[in-house]
C-alpha cells in the first residue's frame, strides 16, 4: 500500500509547480526514487491520476485536471471516519491538517453525509501525549536535531539521554520513537509517555539516518520490542478461537497451517519473533485455548509466565 502521505505530497507538488521530480519527492520524503515511482503507479492503478511523465519538465504531470479528492467512494469515507476519529482519540486533532479532513468531507458531503455520524472508530487502549510535546518529536525529525530527553524505565528509573529521532510509530494506542541513542550507539524504542522532559538541543544529527538498519526495526519481528534478529515462533490455536485467529494479520511473514490435535481441528501460526514479553501476552489472553509450541525456550517462557498467575490464586 502506497504512502498516503507520501502521495499527498505528490499531489501537492503538482499543484504548486505544475509537475513534480521522482528525485527532490525522494530527497523530501527520505525515501529511495524506487518507492517513489511506486506510489505514482499506486495513483495512476487505484487512484486514476491521469499521471504523464515529462522528459522536457524532468518530471510527472496531470494530463488533465485531477484532484485527490475525486476517486471518493466508500473507502475514502472509512478513511475520513478513521483520521478524525483517531485525531481526536489521541488528541492530534490540532496537528492533523483541518483543511485535509474538510476536503475530504466536502467531496463525500452531498452523498455521505448521513453516515458520517454512523461509523465509529475507536481505540480501546491508548496514551494521550501532551501537543507540545509531539511538536517537538516532530520539529527534530524535520531538522535532524538531536532531543536531550529525561526518560524513566519500566522499573521507574530516570535517567538523562541525548538521542536523534528517526521514526515515530503509533502502536497500540501508544506513542515510540525508534531512535539513535548516542549513549548506547544503537537504534533505540523510547516511549513517549514516559518522558518527562524533552528539549531540542540544535545539535545536528551525527549519525546519518540508516535506512535498512530502521526497516529491520519496523518490520523484522511481531510487535514494539524489536531487536537486529528474529526467532520464528509457532503457536497452537483449538477451539472457537480459530476462525478468530485466522482472520487476524499478525505480521506480513505469518504463515498458518491447519492440524488435526488429539482428533480435533487445530491451527498452528509461525511468525517471527524478536522479543518473546509481547506475543505471549497474546497468547494468554486466548487461554486456554492457545498455547506455545515452539521452540523450547518460547515454550518454556510462556508456561513460566502461566505458573506465575497460578500462584497468584486463592489457595484452598
Same mark, same amino acid.
Not at 13 to 24: A, F, L, N, T
Not at 135 to 143: D, E, I, N, P
Not at 250 to 258: C, L, S, V
Given at each position: &500500500?502506497?504512502?498516503? =502521505? #507520501?502521495?499527498?505530497?505528490?499531489?501537492?507538488?503538482?499543484?504548486?509547480?505544475?509537475?513534480?521530480?521522482? #528525485? $527532490?519527492?525522494?530527497?523530501? &520524503?527520505?525515501?529511495?526514487?524506487? =518507492?517513489?515511482?511506486?506510489?505514482?503507479?499506486?495513483? #495512476?492503478?487505484?487512484?486514476?491520476?491521469?499521471?504523464?511523465?515529462?522528459?522536457?519538465?524532468?518530471?510527472?504531470?496531470?494530463?488533465?485536471?485531477?484532484?485527490?479528492?475525486?476517486? /471518493?467512494? $466508500?473507502?475514502?469515507? %472509512?478513511?475520513?471516519?478513521?483520521?478524525?476519529?483517531?485525531?481526536?482519540?489521541?488528541? !492530534? &486533532?490540532?496537528?492533523? *491538517?483541518?483543511?485535509? %479532513?474538510?476536503?475530504?468531507?466536502?467531496?463525500?458531503?452531498?452523498?455521505? =453525509?448521513?453516515?458520517?455520524? @454512523?461509523?465509529?472508530?475507536?481505540?480501546?487502549?491508548?496514551?494521550?501525549?501532551?501537543?507540545?510535546?509531539? @511538536?517537538?518529536?516532530?520539529?527534530? &525529525? @524535520?531538522?535532524?536535531?538531536? !532531543?536531550?530527553?529525561?526518560? *524513566?524505565?519500566?522499573?521507574?528509573?530516570?535517567?538523562?539521554?541525548?538521542?536523534?529521532?528517526?521514526?515515530?510509530?503509533?502502536? *497500540?494506542?501508544?506513542?515510540y520513537i525508534l531512535a539513535w541513542c548516542r549513549a548506547s550507539k544503537e537504534v533505540r524504542t523510547f516511549m513517549l509517555s514516559r518522558m518527562t522532559e524533552v528539549t531540542d538541543t540544535g545539535e545536528p544529527f551525527k549519525k546519518k539516518i540508516d535506512e535498512d538498519l530502521l526497516e529491520k526495526h519496523l518490520h523484522k519481528g511481531y510487535g514494539i520490542f524489536k531487536l537486529a534478529e528474529a526467532t520464528e515462533v509457532t503457536i497452537r490455536f483449538h477451539g472457537p478461537v480459530i476462525p478468530?485467529?485466522?482472520?487476524?494479520?499478525?505480521?506480513?511473514?505469518?504463515?498458518?497451517?491447519?492440524?488435526?490435535?488429539?482428533?480435533? +481441528?487445530?491451527?498452528?501460526?509461525?511468525? +517471527?519473533?524478536?522479543?518473546?514479553?509481547?506475543?505471549?501476552?497474546?497468547?494468554?489472553?486466548?487461554? +486456554?485455548?492457545?498455547? /506455545?509450541?515452539? +521452540?523450547?525456550?518460547? @515454550?518454556?517462557?510462556?508456561?513460566? #509466565?502461566? =505458573?506465575?498467575?497460578?500462584?497468584?490464586?486463592?489457595?484452598?
Open positions: &500500500m502506497a504512502n498516503t =502521505q #507520501r502521495i499527498i505530497h505528490i499531489h501537492r507538488e503538482i499543484r504548486r509547480k505544475g509537475y513534480c521530480s521522482v #528525485r $527532490e519527492v525522494a530527497e523530501d &520524503m527520505e525515501v529511495s526514487d524506487r =518507492q517513489v515511482k511506486r506510489d505514482i503507479e499506486y495513483m #495512476r492503478l487505484y487512484l486514476k491520476a491521469p499521471l504523464i511523465y515529462s522528459r522536457e519538465k524532468g518530471g510527472y504531470y496531470y494530463k488533465k485536471p485531477w484532484d485527490i479528492f475525486d476517486y /471518493a467512494d $466508500e473507502k475514502m469515507l %472509512l478513511f475520513y471516519v478513521f483520521a478524525e476519529r483517531i485525531a481526536e482519540n489521541l488528541s !492530534l &486533532m490540532p496537528i492533523v *491538517s483541518r483543511e485535509l %479532513l474538510e476536503g475530504i468531507e466536502e467531496k463525500l458531503l452531498s452523498e455521505y =453525509q448521513p453516515l458520517l455520524g @454512523r461509523i465509529t472508530y475507536e481505540l480501546s487502549d491508548h496514551e494521550r501525549v501532551p501537543e507540545e510535546l509531539l @511538536r517537538t518529536v516532530l520539529s527534530a &525529525m @524535520r531538522s535532524h536535531t538531536a !532531543l536531550a530527553v529525561t526518560y *524513566s524505565n519500566a522499573a521507574g528509573e530516570y535517567s538523562a539521554r541525548t538521542i536523534e529521532p528517526w521514526h515515530l510509530i503509533n502502536y *497500540s494506542g501508544k506513542w478468530l485467529v485466522k482472520n487476524r494479520v499478525w505480521h506480513p511473514k505469518q504463515k498458518f497451517i491447519e492440524k488435526t490435535c488429539d482428533g480435533k +481441528p487445530c491451527v498452528e501460526l509461525t511468525l +517471527p519473533v524478536s522479543d518473546f514479553t509481547e506475543i505471549t501476552y497474546h497468547v494468554l489472553g486466548f487461554t +486456554p485455548h492457545a498455547e /506455545a509450541v515452539a +521452540p523450547e525456550e518460547f @515454550r518454556q517462557y510462556w508456561m513460566k #509466565r502461566l =505458573q506465575e498467575g497460578v500462584r497468584l490464586l486463592p489457595k484452598g
